[in-house]
């Protein structure tokens, strides 16, 4: 049977990584000096002072969980003791999820230091690549974790447990192979209690794949709940849905200043600093910047907050420095600021295509930028939009605000694209002698072009208001074409001819 791109033999490819930091609250504090030494997190606010966590080389020194740090201390008098960190928890957090979104959009925050990946982004043949390349960027971070790679989000996970027990950097647990790779695992690898661990070892099942093996009626008569959850988790049918990662907090920059600022060069320094670092970070996830949020905190305890919207995606740190330097000098100041917060609002991932007709704008940046200066100019309530106005009268408009954003184009208001020629109106109407043959327009003489006519179409004539005591108006339109400038739009309205414009 032909299958399909991303099936086997019917199925439905689907996939799922989970990227563990073993020991992550330690890593967090020592990611930088606590490789190649034994290390140790502690909590001293107790009486008695006792080890949290501790990496390896301190455990094969029976340094573990829950000793006292006195003993922990004589059992390795080269043990590194350092107390937990939430800052840098969250630094580390933010680096793990930041480099795991470079890979897929789609991650669930399923613990500290624990990441569950949805792969259907990914080619499956791209997955172990990946995942290596993956392993290889935290490293470098200074993070050390695991990857394991399965059908279901508890696989994978099984799969991460297993690379963790094996000391090894991926693993893959593989539709087809499953059953043989569960038969290297021990039952601890499944998390399971150790109430249901000894009825298993009692039965004489050591491995996972043993268990595996069981009928379903037998497991549910025998282990109750427990047992059924695990068996259904080994055999892959169990499929919970993500509860994916919120970005709204994630790219962000924050500095308390030592002391006040009053000045606007100290912010500008460090708005620029954190611009470059917040788009070098946005960068590694494939993914640009819609809008910034910028944020005063000031020392008479206001705030002033703006959300500065980009006209399209963008990470160029010049560009983005203009947008808030812009907003930063229009802005007045009335106290020393105290505390700067600065926060990217990223583009979704997936692709969209654009009209595939109309040209749009050549710079959406350079047109903001030059909204900001003529509103500086002549004021926003004098920068808009003209709309026709819902009349039959041609040439009536009215100015309507700019929208906040523009748009790309995408909406049905801007209907088809426009074809043949467009009429340019002149602001104000040229008055123009007509010289006419049998009700036809023969020759056009005007301050603005004069010529003769050597085509013409017409005449449309339209009226209105006639219900409106003196506003009641009429028109006939022609189009002509004068020897050797052109197609112009001319109008009568009873009392004069009108020039209205010309044709390109």
Partial sequence: MRTKKGQVGGHTLSGYAVVWCRDFRLQAVKRRSGRGVPAALVDDTQRQSIVLCCNTLAARSGVGPGIPTVQALARCPQLQVDRPSPAAELVAGRMLLETALGWVPGIEETGPGILTLDLATQAPAQWQESASHLHDRLAALGLEVVVGL????????????AALHGEVDVWHLRREERLEKLDQLPLIVAETGAGLNEKLRLWGLQTLGAFSRLRREEV?????????????????????????????????????????????????????????????????????????????????????????????????????????????????????????????????????????????????????????????????????????????????????????????????????????????????????????????????????????????????????????????WERSEWDVELLNHGVFRLVETGREWLLEGYYD
């Fill in 220 to 472: 549910a008569a025998r282990l109750g709940d427990e047992g059924v959850e695990l068996w259904l988790r080994l055999t892959g049918r169990i499929r919970r849905p993500l509860r994916l990662a919120k970005l709204e907090q994630l790219f962000e920059a924050h500095h308390d200043f030592d002391y006040e600022v009053s000045e606007r060069e100290p912010l500008l320094f460090v708005v620029q600093r954190f611009l470059e670092q917040l788009a070098g970070r946005v960068a590694q996830t494939g993914r640009a910047a819609t809008a910034v949020h910028f944020l005063l905190t000031f020392a008479d305890g206001a705030c002033h907050a703006k959300r500065l919207p980009l006209p399209e995606p963008t990470l160029d740190p010049g560009l983005l420095f203009r947008l808030v330097s812009g907003h930063l000098e229009a802005f007045e100041m009335k106290a020393a600021v105290v505390a700067l917060r600065l926060r990217f609002e990223p583009s979704d991932p997936v692709a969209s295509q654009k009209t595939l007709f109309g040209a749009g704008l050549k710079n959406r940046h350079h047109y903001e930028e030059t909204l900001k200066r003529l509103r500086k100019i002549v004021g926003s309530d004098r920068i808009g939009s003209p709309r026709p106005i819902d009349s039959h009268r041609p040439g009536l408009f009215e100015k309507v605000p700019l929208p906040a954003e523009l748009s790309d184009g995408d909406s049905d208001e801007s209907g088809p694209p426009v074809t043949g020629s467009t009429l340019r109106r002149y602001p104000l109407g040229f008055r123009t002698s007509v010289q006419l043959r049998d009700g036809v327009p023969l020759r056009v003489e005007s301050s603005r072009v004069s010529g003769i006519v050597i085509a013409s179409a017409g005449p449309w004539k339209s009226g209105g208001d006639w219900w409106h005591e003196g506003q009641q």
């Fill in 150 to 161: 399965g059908e279901t989000p508890a696989l994978a996970r099984l799969a991460a447990q």
